[in-house]
């Protein structure tokens, strides 16, 4: 299979840059949200539609973001 309709973008969930991914696998989408700077993934979620799926990742993406202690340097 091959991704289809893939599409990025950068926002902000509580405070930090996230990076999310989104594309279709045959009739299921997947998407994927990432900590912007060293890009590590936050989580992978799949929908049955693109809004679906990023309305996942987002709320998984919130819930460990903002778990996240911010230190003062």
Known sequence: ???EEYQERKLEVV???VN???YRLGTEWHSK???VSPG???CRTT???REEAEEKALKRAEELLGRTKR???
């Open 71 to 73: 230190h003062t340097v």
């Open 33 to 35: 949200a990432d900590n």
């Open 47 to 49: 929908g049955a539609s």
């Open 15 to 17: 405070g930090w840059p």
């Open 20 to 22: 999310l991914a989104s």
């Open 1 to 3: 299979m091959k991704a």
């Open 40 to 42: 590590a993934a936050l």
